[in-house]
């Protein structure tokens, strides 16, 4: 499940939905230009202004995510060619082309071809966003959106920056994603590809039978947590199947499954000196469990109270 932000006409704050990794991108109100439309008759008409959300956001490296601009008093864009454009990059850069209600490719970069969309969901309010797809180190800086009419040209700065999850204090701030996955936010995910390191310094892994631990971690061990509702979360391993308790088994082995089988998908989050707890629907914590004569490592609902083997790291994909 990836995440993007969102922002609309009666918001004032950007508001996270799919966290598609709570990507998070620098938005400030700049460069703002003011225009008079002046009618045939030469009498002026109204004055409107590009708006964006007034808030800080950052983005990391693989997320997607909407960058939104407004015009004000509700003015519709939709007879107008709306424009982004990276000028950082050398050209500048053409992001997207939307003229009079239509895309124009042959005018985009082909650097950004096939990984953006025009969201005009609102565009007859004067509301048009970008998504930028699956976003890389290079995609960070300016970003212009401009509205061009035959009467008016304004335009505004959106500035993206890419995540380096390496520095220590992202680490920190992703180690306590439990902490702002508050309902009142509306549906929010962590990056995706983060992973769980069990107290023996494996890593949980995705494996058609279950959830096992590796010594060294691969595109298998990557996960994302999503918030379903007030303390309950989904865990959707690398090819988005969903983990669950599997009811049926004695040992009460995690496994995973195509589609979700509440409330066996559903799974309680603690967070505990610096380490992250699991509950399943059974009432018992996530643990390691080790089975000496086939020497494999599982992880299983069988834990109440929890112990040390109930207590995983979290550690962010792009370490």
């Excluded at 409107?48 to 800080?56: A, D, K, R, S």
């Excluded at 010594?215 to 983990?243: A, H, P, S, W």
Aim: with cysteine; charged share 25%.
């Amino acid at each position: 499940m990836e995440r993007k932000l969102t922002w609309t006409a009666d918001q004032e704050s950007v508001v996270p939905l799919t966290v598609h990794r709570m990507a998070v991108i620098h938005s400030t109100v700049v460069f703002v230009f003011a225009l008079l439309l002046v009618s045939h008759g030469g009498q002026t008409s109204d004055v409107f202004t590009v708006e964006g959300p007034n808030e800080h956001i950052e983005a990391a490296v693989g997320d997607d995510v909407d960058l939104f601009c407004r015009l004000t008093n509700e003015v519709s864009a939709e007879m107008m060619e709306v424009r982004w454009v990276h000028p950082e990059r050398c050209s500048p850069s053409v992001v997207h082309v939307y003229p009079n209600g239509r895309d124009h490719t042959l005018k985009q970069d082909p650097y950004f071809r096939g990984r953006t969309e025009i969201l005009t969901g609102d565009i007859g309010k004067g509301i048009v966003g970008l998504r930028l797809k699956n976003i890389s180190a290079s995609d960070k800086g300016t970003y212009l959106c401009q509205f061009q009419s035959k009467d008016a040209f304004v335009e505004a700065a959106r500035h993206l920056k890419v995540l380096d999850l390496k520095d220590s204090h992202l680490y920190s701030f992703y180690s306590n994603f439990i902490e702002v996955l508050q309902p009142s936010m509306g549906l929010m995910c962590s990056p995706k590809g983060i992973s769980f390191k069990m107290d023996n310094g494996m890593y949980w892994c995705s494996t058609p039978h279950g959830i096992r631990g590796k010594n060294k971690r691969d595109k298998t061990c990557g996960f994302q947590v999503c918030q379903v509702d007030d303390g309950n979360v989904e865990i959707t391993d690398y090819m988005g199947n969903y983990l669950s308790l599997d009811r049926h088994d004695y040992r009460k082995r995690i496994k995973t499954v195509e589609n979700r089988k509440l409330p066996y998908s559903k799974f309680e989050v603690k967070y505990e000196n610096e380490k992250v707890l699991f509950k399943a629907s059974n009432g018992l914590f996530l643990s390691r469990i080790y089975y000496l004569g086939i020497e494999i490592h599982t992880i299983e609902a069988q834990k109440n109270p929890s112990d040390v083997f109930c207590l995983f790291d979290l550690v962010t994909a792009y370490e």
